[in-house]
């Protein structure tokens, strides 16, 4: 048995998809608001509860074999990026579970002391490493799904908005192939115990992402190139109401500021490693615009 957490968000929906394909037994953590009829149809124990509530967390870890931590956080880092997870980990100790799956975030080691988020996973990531526990540290760079939106808002407009400096690298990685390599991390001896950053085949300059968005509908972006600072005073007037929005915004900044993407070598290892070859953003966006 699988257990789930964050299983309607973009990755974790996609992890219970494939366990189910593969006809695994998954438990699905999910919030009552949520929108999880779809892994009930593909026959998923769905397991309602809060992330914030100790007795949730351990309900849903007795029985499991697996744990696939993929749930994150908009504004609380502290109670779910990081006790929430430090609670999984106690309770996949407890119960005896076999291996530990963490979706961390490439560059939680950096040091970033204006996001939240960022000191949540690295901590986290220490916790889990000193835990005793088998354990797959995943550290994904900018995920392929977030992108939809935006692609589809281009399609209409043909605007994008690029805010900060349109040269810095990424590496996106398709949201499908990060979902397959959560799944194979349980069973593959390349990943036991490893900490992985996980990107897409190819080092993209940000104001790449719109140009690709130009060929795959014949159409030239117009690049809207807004200047970091508009994200400073916005942080700054936000934070004198809401100081959770305040520290959000801190995570989103230091994301816009920083270059997030895979080397060659560490995208040759993560393919050597689960044995497929990697999707390039390209081809992922024309697979879900059926273009």
Known sequence: MFLVTGATGGIGRRVVRLLRQREQSVRAFVRLTSRYSELE?????????????????????????????????????????????????DQAKANGVEHFVFISVLG????????????????????????????????????????????ERFRETGLYLLIGDRKNRTSIVSTDDLARIVVDSVTVAGALNQILPVGGPEILLREDIPRIFGRIFVKEPVIINSPLFLIDGLQGALGLFNPQIQKALGTYRTLLANEFFCTKDEIANLEAIFNFQLETLDNFLRRYLAV
């Open 108 to 151: 939680a080691d950096r040091g970033y002391e204006d996001a939240p988020v960022f000191k949540a996973k690295r901590a986290v990531e220490r916790y889990l490493e000193a835990s005793g526990l088998n354990y797959t540290i995943l550290r994904p760079s900018g995920l392929a799904s977030n992108l939809l939106p935006l692609v």
């Open 41 to 89: 149809h593909r026959g998923a124990e769905i397991f309602i509860g809060d992330l914030l509530h100790e007795k949730d967390i351990q309900k849903a870890t007795q029985g499991v074999k697996y744990i696939i931590s993929a749930h994150g956080s908009d504004s609380d880092a502290l109670s779910l990026d990081y006790r929430a997870n430090i609670e999984l980990i």
